[in-house]
């Protein structure tokens, strides 16, 4: 999910308009929480909106295939830079599309080996949203939304890699299916949320030895929650994921070991400086995992910068 999560909300800008004047609730409850992670979701009175993300994140180890942390030697380093592109446009009342291009630069520096650098396109991501209950339009129940996407293998695996180092690697390079669940409620000035996932990669054939891989299916759940420190402007949010993915599978058959369990925290803060701009700001970090029984993950901090335009 991580991340990487896609949370919109519906409304055509006529009847915006006429909420705003008529329900104040309504229209507090469907954007307190609305750019705070992620690419976020159209505001009521929004046919479309886009922006850019960038984040960078440092790992200072890795947790193997029995749950230990690993601290990379001395003189070694992973660091990845992602800038990410996205866009989402309403199709109806309650249905929405969105995309986002990335472009990764990867950094690596070995003893001996010095420092390499690589970079190049990720894996482009479609979806769509279907807000089954908008936030606020019934008032004592919840909103509830779906989302479906679509991961395109666009990026260059780590067996692709001409780097000595795999600087050069930008993403999983595997089609990807995704669902997700969402089930948010306002108190305001408070918000909470709750969001379930399901990923189902594809098989590939690896470049190298011409074997079937499929990565193994994922299960993803996530918590969140914030609080709104100036109306329609200033949101503090806190988000905790975690993860879990099946073994990889090679020519049909499982592969010891290879089981992941991650998880994730974040802090974040979105401000609303101008009616059609959000600027966006996170710090996350992978260390829960060690309350999850990580393993097959690397330990991260990271620190996401964006920016929102709404039309």
């Known amino acids: 999910m991580g991340f990487q999560r896609q949370r919109m909300t519906a409304g055509l800008a006529v009847a915006a308009v006429v909420s705003l004047a008529a329900a104040p609730a309504f229209a507090a409850a469907c954007?307190?929480?609305?750019?705070?992670?992620?690419?976020g979701r159209l505001l009521p009175w929004e046919p479309?909106?886009?922006?850019?993300?960038?984040?960078?994140?440092?790992?200072?180890?890795?947790?193997?295939?029995e749950g230990v942390y690993r601290a990379f030697p001395a003189g070694y380093r992973e660091?990845?830079?992602?800038?990410?592109?996205?866009g989402m446009a309403r199709i109806s009342e309650k249905w929405q599309a969105f995309g986002r291009v990335p472009w990764v630069v990867g950094f690596r520096t070995a003893e001996g080996a010095g420092d390499h650098t690589g970079q190049g396109l990720g894996d482009l991501q479609l979806g769509a949203r279907?807000?089954?209950?908008?936030?606020?339009?019934?008032?004592?129940?919840?909103?509830?939304?779906?989302?479906?996407?679509v991961t395109t293998p666009t990026s260059t695996r780590a067996e692709?890699?001409?780097?000595?180092?795999?600087?050069?690697?930008?993403?999983r390079g595997a089609w990807v299916m995704g669902l997700a669940v969402a089930i948010e409620k306002a108190w305001m000035p408070w918000f909470a949320r709750v969001e379930g996932g399901l990923t189902v990669p594809l098989a590939f054939e690896r470049s190298d030895t011409?074997?079937?891989?499929?990565?193994?299916?994922?299960?993803?759940?996530?918590?969140?929650?914030?609080?709104?420190?100036k109306p329609d402007k200033l949101v503090l949010a806190l988000q905790l994921l975690a993860?879990?993915?099946a073994a990889t599978l090679v020519n049909g058959v499982a592969q010891p070991d290879t089981t992941a369990v991650g998880g994730t925290a974040a802090l974040a803060l979105s401000w609303k400086f101008a009616f059609s701009w959000t600027l966006m700001g996170n710090v996350a970090t992978d260390a829960p995992g060690t309350w999850l029984g990580a393993r097959n993950r690397p330990e991260r901090w990271a620190g996401t910068l964006g920016l929102r335009y709404g039309m």
């Not at 479309?48 to 295939?65: C, E, H, L, Q």
């Not at 660091?79 to 996205?86: G, H």
């Not at 011409?210 to 420190?229: K, N, T």
């Open 31 to 39: 954007c307190v929480s609305a750019s705070v992670f992620g690419i």
């Open 48 to 65: 479309a909106a886009f922006g850019v993300m960038s984040s960078y994140a440092n790992s200072t180890g890795r947790y193997d295939s």
């Open 79 to 86: 660091a990845e830079w992602r800038t990410d592109l996205w």
């Open 130 to 149: 279907w807000d089954t209950l908008l936030p606020g339009e019934l008032h004592r129940w919840p909103a509830l939304a779906f989302t479906a996407t």
């Open 160 to 171: 692709q890699a001409k780097d000595l180092l795999g600087a050069d690697a930008t993403g």
């Open 210 to 229: 011409q074997e079937s891989q499929r990565y193994g299916m994922g299960l993803q759940a996530g918590l969140s929650g914030g609080v709104e420190l």
């Open 243 to 245: 993860d879990r993915e």
